[in-house]
């Protein structure tokens, strides 16, 4: 043969090789992107999609695919039935026998992050037509979507703050004080920055909200000191009674005094800054309220539990928490007033956490269902933030752990949970500064939200794959 024809057959009739060598050969952003589109399909598009064009059959699509899951579900059980020798009640009676391990509790993480993620999908999408008015904050009495995603951001900040992980107080208790006070200062810059550029950009405000002067950033603050404070001095493992006592005594005072009618009635907020700021200002005892209580329940999720039994007792009790609650909001509705988030008065307190406690019950018991067919099916591929081995090396399940959450995007966002807020903050005023929201039509709607939040994402997720955690204190 000819070197030609050598040559030739050297590069001729080749098969080629695996796909994971193929993979594992390609330029290293490759598999973030994959991952992160991929994540962001599952997690991000359904949100957006929720609260747009799916939001009048919506109803429908959660019972669809509710549906759909519980007959895959039961395709995977009856299969493993089939196959396997033990009876079934062993079955079940071994898996809530069985021990599960984790890093962070999997439905806090979840709950967390799906507060910040739809609180960041919500603060733009309001702005555009497609969005539901039905689902936007209401002017005084209501339950808006995003009525109760205020209330729900301050409990979630609650569940992993130092008290409801069982953190002692070094030193004494001034030193502890001054330390709370001090470490708040990030929020203060960040309000005072957001209330500079907004006076300055003549960006819209709904003045209602929190008053002129008065934002989110500044409530925050004010919320974690006050709460510091009082659990400094009180018992944290009363929180209940202590959240309880601030949102009843705050409800007397707006029902005895002329409270309530000089925040919802007084027009005049050229008096002085209480008067410009009245929502703000009294509105966090209500805040505070909450994030009490938030801190009772992380107390209470955190214990050290190692069972699934004792976890499904535990979701157990939160679905019995949440039941009380709403019976006790149905009261108030009925007996004193409707939930108002711009009071923040007794009913919306028992509304965010109510609600707050029904979805971490959901998200806990959805893992649950997933564990329990991963381990009756034996099929790695059903996904379970729980690991239901029992005596795995801590190095070998450590290392199988990080080299999941390297790529994952919900622990892309919890490690940077305020980081990932503030840039939904300025990516908001950026798009409304560049697109008039109000004339756009559903689809180039869709397209901004979506082009949005792959952008808060990205920035996110290429952070958390770096292993770069951003701290303003």
């Known amino acids: 043969m000819s070197q030609r024809d050598l040559k030739e057959a050297f590069i001729s009739n080749l098969n080629g090789t695996t796909l994971q060598e193929a993979g594992g050969t390609l330029p290293l952003p490759l598999p973030l992107i994959s991952h992160l589109l991929l994540d962001f399909c599952v997690l991000i598009l359904p949100l957006v999609l929720s609260c747009t064009i799916l939001s009048d059959a919506l109803h429908q699509v959660i019972l669809g695919l509710a549906f759909i899951s519980a007959c895959v579900l039961s395709y995977i059980y009856r299969t493993n039935s089939h196959c396997s020798s033990r009876p079934p009640q062993n079955t079940v009676s071994n898996f809530l026998q069985s021990h599960v391990q984790f890093n962070q509790l999997p439905f806090v993480t979840i709950f967390r992050v799906f507060v910040n993620v739809k609180t960041a999908i919500s603060i733009l999408a309001v702005d555009f037509s497609i969005f539901p008015r039905r689902y936007a904050k209401t002017e005084t009495y209501g339950t808006g979507v995003m009525d109760f995603g205020v209330g729900a951001y301050v409990f979630a900040n609650a569940l992993v703050c130092p008290e409801a992980r069982g953190k002692n107080i070094s030193g004494s208790k001034v030193n502890h004080i001054v330390k709370q006070l001090l470490s708040v200062w990030p929020l203060v810059v960040l309000g005072m920055g957001r ?4 006076k300055i950009s003549g960006y819209h405000e709904h003045v209602t909200e929190y008053g002129i002067h008065w934002n989110f950033f500044f409530t925050l603050a004010i919320v974690r000191v006050v709460a ?23 409800q007397l005072v707006l029902e005895t005094s002329g409270l309530k009618t000089f925040i919802i009635h007084n027009k005049d907020r050229e008096i002085g800054f209480l008067h410009a700021n009245k929502e703000g200002v009294f509105s966090a005892a209500g805040y505070v309220a909450i994030y009490i209580a938030g801190v009772q329940v992380g107390l209470y999720v955190m214990q050290p539990r190692t069972q699934v039994r004792q976890w499904l007792k535990a979701l157990f009790n939160l679905f019995l928490g949440s039941f009380v609650l709403y019976t006790a909001l149905f009261t108030c509705q009925t007996l004193v007033e409707p939930v108002s988030r711009r009071l923040a008065n007794l009913p919306f307190c028992l509304w965010s956490v109510a609600q707050s406690l029904f979805f971490m019950t959901c998200l806990g018991v959805a893992d649950m269902v997933l564990l329990f067919s991963k381990r009756t099916s034996g099929c790695h591929l059903v996904p379970s933030s729980w690991n239901p081995h029992k005596k795995q090396p801590d190095s070998i399940y450590d290392k199988k752990t990080s080299d999941i959450e390297r790529h994952c995007l919900v622990q892309a966002v919890s490690r940077n949970q305020l980081l ?4 939904a903050n300025v990516m908001t005023g950026l798009t409304n500064s560049i697109v008039d ?13 979506l082009s949005y939040m792959f952008v808060n994402c990205s920035v996110i997720g290429v952070l958390h794959h770096c292993g770069v955690t951003v701290k303003f204190w």
């Open 420 to 423: 990932f807020f503030l840039l």
């Open 228 to 250: 510091s404070v009082l659990l400094a001095v009180l018992p944290a493992s009363r929180a209940w009674v202590i959240a309880l006592l601030i949102s009843g005594f705050y």
């Open 195 to 198: 209330l500079v550029s907004l």
């Open 437 to 449: 929201t109000l004339s756009c039509s559903s689809s180039f709607s869709l397209v901004v939200l």
